[in-house]
């Protein structure tokens, strides 16, 4: 017997925002997506956005049967947008929520575009530091090699990390910080150009639903109630900065 899974996808963590739904079978699955970049907008573009990418799948959100969201890192104010709206969806239809790393999500599409397994992820953090996150491929899924942090690129460098060759870098820490491009790319590594830059500066709710559907799997979901961000950051910093 087939099972059917329809599932929709709100990331709203970085400057992008973006919307997908799934229709999963086990015989195939279909995939109706937009991605935009629109900082600062997310309030008034990620509802529109759902309502034509629900219409172009020809799903009514009632047929909707797992939630999922961007949890973070990123933005503080786009993660509690992105769970806000994600949150309100899932009470509304009464149904369960995934969340899935923004830095995973990155790297689940540096290796389904580019075939990598070894991808280091960075997204510019403000505050002169980035989250960072080295993901390795296991079966068909990014996996956390150690765990996402938020560092300052000197610290970064000082660890004196050493690079997995032919391993790709994805998010926009790396533009944000030429320094850590030299140091991925030559410095301390023998000369060799260790990794390469890949055009993926920015979190996909398109590449977040494959560890959605291993996530329901492995029943890992959870009731809209209990959906949490990931900031990384302490309270303290939050409280700091009010505006983000």
């Known amino acids: 017997m087939s099972t059917k899974l329809n599932i929709l996808c709100v990331d709203t963590s970085t400057e992008a925002c973006s919307v997908a739904v799934l229709q999963h079978s086990d015989t195939e699955q279909v995939i109706s997506e937009q991605f935009m970049l629109a900082p600062r907008e997310h309030t008034t573009k990620i509802l529109p956005t759902v309502e034509a990418v629900l219409a172009d799948a020809g799903v009514a959100l009632s ?85 996402e942090v938020v560092i300052k690129p000197a610290l970064l460098l ?49 590449y977040m639903l494959e560890q959605v559907i291993n996530d329901v799997k492995q029943g890992l979901t959870v009731l809209p109630e209990h959906a949490r961000p990931v900031y990384l950051r302490d309270k303290v910093t939050w409280k700091k900065l009010p505006g983000r």
């Open 63 to 147: 047929d909707i049967d797992i939630v999922a969201y961007g949890r973070g890192p990123g933005s503080f104010t786009g993660v509690r947008i992105g769970i806000s709206i994600a949150q309100g969806l899932a009470f509304g239809i009464e149904k369960s929520m995934v969340g899935v790393s923004t830095l995973q999500a990155m790297a689940q599409q540096a290796y389904k575009t580019e075939q990598v397994s070894d991808v280091y992820a960075a997204i510019d953090a403000r505050m002169g530091e980035i989250y960072f996150a080295h993901y390795q491929l296991a079966g068909e899924l990014m996996t956390l090699v150690n765990e």
């Open 158 to 206: 000082a660890s004196e990390l050493t690079v997995v060759e032919n391993a790709a870098l994805v998010g926009s820490g790396w533009g944000a910080y030429p320094e850590l491009l030299d140091y991925f790319y030559e410095e301390r590594n023998e000369g060799r150009n260790s990794a390469r830059l890949l055009d993926i500066e920015f979190p996909s709710a398109t």
